[in-house]
């Protein structure tokens, strides 16, 4: 397996512009995270999904961010519209069971 | 209010010597804690989980302990080698009811000097 994927791995946009991350989870994989990143605040879980359904989004900072996951295979966060102050990186992560968690490589987020 | 701390931001230490670094937290009561490594400009790799009833674990040249009663775990390294030089971070489950979803702390940079 390839592990964790993530598209794209660096983004660059305006203030106000819709910006799309994507993740394809490790097969097999039941629990996907979404993380975001900052030297200022650490690693901070922004939503849980159990078996593609939302268990806990309540690290989601507002309105402006949405996750989904259609399927077992795939999920998006999608922050509309952006601010500079979500300039961050942002990880998705994939687990089976509480062994481990296993991290994609990060998209690294600028907002201009 | 809760809170996780690696009361280290940077660790340096000579090659071939044992690192220890420290995750202390509040307000928790973890069914687990982990600890993973993260190179710069990559995500977190899984390294070591140690469970509430468990005191110490061991792999390789890491180890890991756990005391609840102190709200700390303590990782070593021994014989330190540069290739050991990352970012180590501490994470637990914070509900407590061994859930899947973990809190971090902001992490340890450790450097280890030929």
């Known amino acids: 397996d390839a592990g964790v994927i993530q598209s794209p791995r660096h983004e660059v946009t305006e203030m106000g512009q819709e910006v799309t991350l994507r993740c394809k989870p490790i097969?097999?994989?039941?629990?996907l995270f979404w993380y975001r990143q900052t030297m200022m605040r650490g690693l901070e879980l922004l939503i849980y999904f159990n078996n593609n359904v939302p268990i806990d989004d309540s690290g989601m900072p507002e309105d402006r961010f949405s996750a989904k996951m259609p399927n077992a295979s795939f999920s998006t966060l999608k922050i509309q519209p952006s601010e500079p102050r979500d300039s961050a990186v942002y990880f998705c992560?994939?687990?089976?069971?509480?062994?481990?968690?296993?991290f994609g490589q990060g998209t690294r987020l600028t907002v201009v | 209010s809760q809170k996780i701390e690696q009361n280290s931001e940077a660790l340096n230490i000579q090659e071939g010597k044992t690192a220890t670094l420290t995750c202390n937290y509040t307000?928790?009561?973890?069914?687990?804690l982990q600890w993973y490594r993260q190179d710069p400009g990559r995500g977190p790799v899984f390294l070591l989980l140690i469970r509430e009833n468990e005191k110490e674990k061991r792999k390789e040249r890491l180890k890991v302990t756990f005391d609840t009663t102190l709200k700390q775990s303590l990782f070593h390294i021994t014989a330190s080698q540069p290739a050991d030089s990352a970012t180590y971070l501490c994470a637990l489950d914070a509900s407590g009811a061994g859930s899947y979803q973990l809190t971090f702390g902001k992490g340890t940079k450790l450097s280890v000097i030929p």
């Open positions: 307000n928790y009561s973890p069914a687990y």
């Open positions: 097969s097999g994989h039941n629990s």
């Open positions: 992560a994939s687990s089976w069971g509480q062994v481990e968690a296993f």
